[in-house]
Each structure stands twice: as structure tokens, then as C-alpha cells.
């Protein structure tokens, strides 16, 4: 296999969003893979790209999947965990190999979404990095944790994951950009959505 940093930089790099599911339609190459593959295959560069991975499939009907949801959850809770560690290299779970991804399933997604995803790849770009760095890091894998579950719960309403999944999405894509503007965003929006769901536990 060729090494993932060198197949997945410059996609990264030119559209953050395209790239990613340009890399995981590259990697599966017509087949249905599994969840342990895609992300293995992204090397060093996993933490980021992986949160944009796991948002954008359950903004999608492969959310609505029995399971996918709380398995989402699980695995950026396990990378979120790294993350605050500040792990270089991400360790993943053999358990995730059980996760099947269907290639027709990804790429009717990635055909649906991807102008729109050119359009945010547009308007993103190197912003107040101090955001994406740091002592900002263990904030966002701090609240990444907290959203991821909350998904659980969440999974059980018909697309109930989605606005947990934007944010992730947001803060995924502005770790692989450095856009710092984008990260604080993501961050108020949260904020949001904590108090929703305060307010109904309550």
C-alpha cells in the first residue's frame, strides 16, 4: 500500500472536504471496506479527517443505520481521548474491522454532496491557528468527548445525530485547514447545543 500521508496531503491540502471522501473512495476501490481500513489508511493525519468523516456520514441517510450512530460516537471518543493525549500516530481499534462501509452507500454520498462540499472548501484557509493548536486542542477533544456522547442518545431519533455531527464535521475540517475562525464556530455552536439538551434533560 502506498503510505497514506502521501496519498492523502494534497487532496487535504487543495479542499479539505473533497479530500477526504475522495481518499476513503480511493482506498475502497469499488469494494465495500470497513471503518478500522479507511482510518488506518490516513496515517498521522487520521485526528482531523476523521471527525469530518464520521460528521458527514451521519448528516447523511447512513445515519439512520441501527448502530452507526453510538459506533461514530465510539470511535471520536476513543480519537478525541488521543487527541487530549496528543498522541503523533493514532491507535485504532481491531473491533472497528467489524464496521462495514458500503462503497454504493459512499459513493451516492459522495456524488450528492460533493458541490456542495466544493463550495465550503472555497471559503476555508489558514485563520488564527493559535485556535487549532495548543491548549485549544484539549478544549476541542474535550468537547468532541461530550458530543460523541451525546450521539448515543441522540441516535435513537430519526436524524436526531446531525447537529452533533456538523460540529464535529466543523472542528474536524478546521483541525486538517488550521482555520482557527472556523474552530471557534464550531466551539459557540456548541455551547448551543449543550444548553438544548440541558434544557430538556431538565
Same mark, same amino acid.
Not at 478544549?139 to 468527548?145: E, M, S
Not at 436526531?160 to 474552530?183: E, F, N, S
Given at each position: 500500500?502506498?503510505?497514506?500521508?502521501?496519498?492523502?496531503?494534497?487532496?487535504?491540502?487543495?479542499?479539505?472536504?473533497?479530500?477526504?471522501?475522495?481518499?476513503?473512495?480511493?482506498?475502497?476501490?469499488?469494494?465495500?471496506?470497513?471503518?478500522?481500513?479507511?482510518?488506518?489508511?490516513?496515517?498521522?493525519?487520521?485526528?482531523?479527517?476523521?471527525?469530518?468523516?464520521?460528521?458527514?456520514?451521519? $448528516?447523511? +441517510? %447512513? !445515519?439512520? @443505520? /441501527?448502530?452507526?450512530?453510538?459506533?461514530?460516537?465510539? &470511535?471520536?471518543?476513543?480519537?478525541?481521548?488521543?487527541?487530549?493525549?496528543?498522541?503523533?500516530?493514532?491507535?485504532?481499534?481491531?473491533?472497528?474491522?467489524?464496521?462495514?462501509?458500503?462503497?454504493?452507500?459512499?459513493?451516492?454520498?459522495?456524488?450528492?454532496?460533493?458541490?456542495?462540499?466544493?463550495?465550503?472548501?472555497?471559503?476555508?484557509?489558514?485563520?488564527?491557528?493559535?485556535?487549532?493548536?495548543?491548549?485549544?486542542?484539549?478544549?476541542?477533544?474535550?468537547?468532541?468527548?461530550?458530543?460523541?456522547?451525546? $450521539?448515543? +442518545? %441522540? !441516535?435513537? @431519533? /430519526?436524524?436526531?445525530?446531525?447537529?452533533?455531527?456538523? &460540529?464535529?464535521?466543523?472542528?474536524?475540517?478546521?483541525?486538517?485547514?488550521?482555520?482557527?475562525?472556523?474552530?471557534?464556530?464550531?466551539?459557540?455552536?456548541?455551547?448551543?447545543?449543550?444548553?438544548?439538551?440541558?434544557?430538556?434533560?431538565?
Amino acid at each position: 500500500m502506498t503510505d497514506p500521508a502521501e496519498k492523502i496531503d494534497t487532496p487535504l491540502e487543495d479542499a479539505p472536504l473533497q479530500g477526504v471522501l475522495a481518499h476513503v473512495l480511493s482506498e475502497m476501490d469499488g469494494a465495500d471496506s470497513n471503518l478500522r481500513d479507511i482510518i488506518v489508511s490516513m496515517g498521522h493525519r487520521a485526528f482531523g479527517p476523521v471527525m469530518v468523516l464520521c460528521g458527514l456520514f451521519l $448528516m447523511t +441517510p %447512513l !445515519g439512520i @443505520i /441501527p448502530g452507526l450512530p453510538a459506533a461514530f460516537g465510539l &470511535i471520536n471518543i476513543a480519537f478525541a481521548v488521543q487527541l487530549l493525549a496528543r498522541r503523533p500516530y493514532p491507535w485504532v481499534p481491531n473491533i472497528l474491522a467489524k464496521v462495514r462501509v458500503p462503497y454504493a452507500r459512499v459513493s451516492t454520498v459522495h456524488a450528492k454532496v460533493s458541490p456542495w462540499l466544493a463550495k465550503i472548501d472555497n471559503v476555508i484557509s489558514p485563520r488564527l491557528p493559535w485556535a487549532t493548536e495548543g491548549v485549544m486542542l484539549v478544549l476541542t477533544a474535550l468537547v468532541a468527548i461530550l458530543l460523541s456522547t451525546a $450521539m448515543v +442518545p %441522540l !441516535g435513537l @431519533i /430519526p436524524f436526531g445525530v446531525v447537529p452533533a455531527a456538523a &460540529i464535529l464535521g466543523l472542528m474536524g475540517l478546521a483541525l486538517i485547514a488550521r482555520d482557527g475562525v472556523l474552530m471557534l464556530i464550531a466551539l459557540s455552536v456548541s455551547l448551543g447545543l449543550f444548553g438544548w439538551l440541558f434544557s430538556i434533560v431538565v
